[in-house]
Each structure stands twice: as structure tokens, then as C-alpha cells.
């Protein structure tokens, strides 16, 4: 079939996984390659907001997501540089001096269709949602002001990529990475792609993209409280 991908990943030997491919798929027709549709960027036009009490909490939570581009497209590499400046070092533009959030968590979730950045942070004692959101929007506002220099990007870029060494050092998560590369950019090396797509990415570049999408406007925030803590959103 056209649109049939196969990774192989691990200890075998190329000609004798090819017998074993052939065995298991080549009898299977050949097809012409479907057509994808050219389907539209989904996108909000306010802030979408959601009080939830979940019961079986034990924290008041805040979360935030926004449409973000589809896995290897334009701007997709700036999204996975934002997310680790966000929250994945200690040196996040979320934890910073003042912060009012006990823990933060940034995470690009990415499919070749479109992609979604979600943060979820906890306020620390005493700190109402709504004085986090605020908190948090105007971090966020301030990296639109001043955005990261190259210091930073290469520090978020040697952080991704070594998370790109991690997840090839599991045969099935290897596999896994092989064949996003495979289907949406073609059959390259996932380092030196991933790098590339990195270094590229500059402080306006950035900029650019917070200014595009991720909006303070055009956003899902959930206020989740715990039965016992309603009143810590209001």
C-alpha cells in the first residue's frame, strides 16, 4: 500500500528483516497514495473558560491549552522550544522569582493534522486560580516582550535533543520516532533532523509565533477545584 510505513529498530540484520517484511506484507497489492484533504487550522476566537469541581481532587488546577501547528510543520519547532523555556527546566519563565504556581508542567502534544500546548500548574497555598492565571499571563506577555536569547534556545535545544537520545534508546519508542519522521518529512536521520529544525529558530521566530498562537484570547482555560475548595477560582 501507498501510504504503508514500517520501522524496524533494534538488533537484526537488514537482509533478513527484509525476508521477514517481504513474508508478512508483500503479497499485500499495490495502491495509488490517498489524497489528504486540506482540512482548515481549527481555531477559537475568545477564550473559552470551564469551572470544573472534581471531586477526587486534592488540589485546586489550572490548565491552559491552544491549537498549535501539526508535527513538522512550520513553527512546530518553535512550540517544542517554548514548551521546554515554559516548563521543563528550572530555569522556566514560569518559575521564576514571584512565582505563584507550586508546580508547572508544559507539554506539546503533536499529530501531523495539529498539535495542542497544554500547561497545567497548581497554585501555592493561599494563591487563587484566578491569581495564577494572571500570574501566568503576564509571564507569558513578558516573553513576547523579551524574547529568549540565543542562550536559551540552545539550552532548550541541547534539553530536547537529549530527550531525542532517550527516546531512541528504547526499541519501541526509537521505532515510534522513526516512523513520524518516516511519514511526514521522509526517511532521514532524526537527530540531525531535529537539530536542524532547532538551530533554526530564532528569538523572533519565537515572538512570532506566541504572537500567532498562543494568545491570550484564543485559548481553553479549565479552573478545576476540589468539592472542599470551591471557592479558591472566585
Same mark, same amino acid.
Given at each position: 500500500?501507498?501510504?504503508?510505513?514500517?520501522?524496524?529498530?533494534?538488533?537484526?540484520?537488514?537482509?533478513?528483516?527484509?525476508?521477514?517484511?517481504?513474508?508478512?506484507?508483500?503479497?499485500?497489492?499495490?495502491?495509488?497514495?490517498?489524497?489528504?484533504?486540506?482540512?482548515?487550522?481549527?481555531?477559537?476566537?475568545?477564550?473559552?473558560?470551564?469551572?470544573?469541581?472534581?471531586?477526587?481532587?486534592?488540589?485546586?488546577?489550572?490548565?491552559?491549552?491552544?491549537?498549535?501547528?501539526?508535527?513538522?510543520?512550520?513553527?512546530?519547532?518553535?512550540?517544542?522550544?517554548?514548551?521546554?523555556?515554559?516548563?521543563?527546566?528550572?530555569?522556566?519563565?514560569?518559575?521564576?522569582?514571584?512565582?505563584?504556581?507550586?508546580?508547572?508542567?508544559?507539554?506539546?502534544?503533536?499529530?501531523?493534522?495539529?498539535?495542542?500546548?497544554?500547561?497545567?500548574?497548581?497554585?501555592?497555598?493561599?494563591?487563587?486560580?484566578?491569581?495564577?492565571?494572571?500570574?501566568?499571563?503576564?509571564?507569558?506577555?513578558?516573553?513576547?516582550? =523579551?524574547?529568549?536569547?540565543?542562550?536559551?534556545?540552545?539550552?532548550?535545544?541541547?534539553?530536547?535533543?537529549?530527550?531525542?537520545?532517550?527516546?531512541?534508546?528504547?526499541?519501541?519508542?526509537?521505532?515510534?520516532?522513526?516512523?513520524?519522521?518516516?511519514?511526514?518529512?521522509?526517511? =532521514?536521520?532524526?537527530?540531525?533532523?531535529?537539530?536542524?529544525?532547532?538551530?533554526? =529558530?530564532?528569538?523572533?521566530?519565537?515572538?512570532?509565533?506566541?504572537?500567532?498562537?498562543?494568545?491570550?484570547?484564543?485559548?481553553?482555560? =479549565?479552573?478545576?477545584?476540589?468539592?472542599?475548595?470551591?471557592?479558591?477560582?472566585?
Amino acid at each position: 500500500p501507498a501510504n504503508t510505513w514500517i520501522a524496524v529498530a533494534g538488533d537484526f540484520q537488514e537482509p533478513n528483516a527484509s525476508v521477514l517484511i517481504d513474508s508478512y506484507f508483500g503479497s499485500l497489492p499495490a495502491t495509488v497514495s490517498p489524497v489528504s484533504p486540506a482540512l482548515p487550522d481549527p481555531a477559537l476566537h475568545a477564550e473559552v473558560h470551564i469551572d470544573n469541581v472534581d471531586p477526587l481532587a486534592p488540589r485546586p488546577l489550572l490548565m491552559m491549552a491552544w491549537h498549535t501547528p501539526g508535527l513538522f510543520k512550520p513553527f512546530d519547532a518553535e512550540a517544542d522550544l517554548v514548551t521546554s523555556m515554559l516548563g521543563e527546566s528550572r530555569a522556566s519563565r514560569l518559575r521564576g522569582e514571584g512565582t505563584k504556581a507550586a508546580w508547572v508542567e508544559v507539554e506539546q502534544v503533536s499529530t501531523s493534522s495539529g498539535s495542542v500546548l497544554i500547561l497545567q500548574a497548581e497554585p501555592l497555598e493561599g494563591v487563587t486560580l484566578e491569581e495564577l492565571k494572571q500570574d501566568i499571563d503576564a509571564r507569558l506577555v513578558g516573553l513576547k516582550v =523579551v524574547p529568549p536569547s540565543d542562550r536559551d534556545l540552545d539550552r532548550a535545544t541541547r534539553a530536547l535533543l537529549t530527550k531525542t537520545f532517550q527516546q531512541m534508546e528504547s526499541t519501541l519508542s526509537s521505532a515510534h520516532l522513526l516512523l513520524d519522521v518516516a511519514a511526514n518529512v521522509g526517511v =532521514v536521520d532524526p537527530v540531525s533532523l531535529q537539530r536542524g529544525r532547532y538551530t533554526a =529558530v530564532t528569538g523572533a521566530s519565537v515572538r512570532k509565533f506566541l504572537e500567532s498562537y498562543l494568545r491570550l484570547d484564543q485559548r481553553v482555560v =479549565v479552573f478545576s477545584n476540589p468539592v472542599t475548595s470551591t471557592k479558591a477560582a472566585q
